[in-house]
């Protein structure tokens, strides 16, 4: 069980937007920067987004990345079949003095 | 840019150790630490801990922190994990990744490159 919550999965079809939820406490998201990762099936994850909404080095502005309490956003807009993959959301948590990051949410393009 | 190049995969037997190291080569990495992400088949990320490349600072997770050790060697850039009293639970992919070790203690990591990942299996 994640500290950080996100859906298992989510799907949307090609030039379609979706957004991926990443939920989670005052200790967490609601008082840190937020990370968020793409994993292709058997690669290593890639930095999409940090410190909540500025993209990695390139990284295309299809992606995109917000906050509002204690819940974090990662939206991709004009889908391709080649953003299918696994994100991850992650931060700093006060609490449990570690990272931590979200169990992942798995993106079907269709 | 900075390349990681890790060691090959490993098989153990439940309480045994394992060392894994990762080799820095490209841009400076001063001020950087690199810190252990592990995932096991078929599950998320989870954060192990890190170590400065400068000056061998270490944070641990709790959850690992009574079996693991961090070093580096800064002659050859290298940064081993040294995890003991394997179980099978810790079978997973273990990754070395940098982060800039101010962003850990200000609550903002973010985990820019990766080395390919080493395959720990635990198996009796």
């Known amino acids: 069980q994640s500290v950080l919550t996100q859906p298992p999965s989510v799907s949307a079809t090609p030039g379609q937007k979706v957004t991926i939820s990443c939920s989670g406490s005052t200790s967490n998201v609601g008082s840190n920067y937020i990370s968020w ?29 917000s906050k509002s309490g204690t819940e974090a956003t990662l939206g991709i807009t004009g889908l391709q079949t080649g953003d299918e993959a696994d994100y991850y959301c992650g931060t700093w948590d006060n609490k449990l003095n570690v990272v931590i990051f979200g169990g992942g949410t798995k993106l079907t393009v269709l | 840019q900075v390349k990681l190049v890790q060691s ?27 810190s252990w992400i592990r995932q096991a088949p078929g599950h998320g990320l989870e954060w192990m801990g890190c170590i400065t490349v400068d000056n061998g600072n270490t944070k641990y997770s709790q959850k690992v922190q009574d079996r693991v050790s961090m070093t580096t060697d800064t002659s050859t850039r290298t940064v081993f994990l040294d995890f003991r009293g394997l179980r ?18 200000t609550g903002s990591p973010s985990f820019a490159f990766w080395g390919q990942g080493t395959l720990v299996t635990v198996s009796s």
């Not at chain 1, 292709?40 to 080095?57: C, E, Q, V």
């Not at chain 2, 045994?16 to 630490?33: I, P, Q």
């Not at chain 2, 990754?95 to 101010?102: D, K, R």
């Open chain 1, 37 to 65: 990762y793409q994993q292709l099936p058997g690669t290593a994850p890639k930095l999409l987004i940090y410190d909540t909404n500025k993209r990695s080095s390139g990284i295309p502005d299809r992606f995109s990345g």
């Open chain 2, 8 to 34: 090959g995969p490993e098989v153990k037997k439940p309480g045994a150790s394992v060392v894994v190291s990762c080799t820095a080569s490209g841009d400076a990495l001063s001020g950087f630490a690199v």
């Open chain 2, 88 to 105: 099978s639970d810790d079978t997973a992919i273990y990754y070395c990744t940098t982060v800039n070790w101010l962003d850990i203690l």
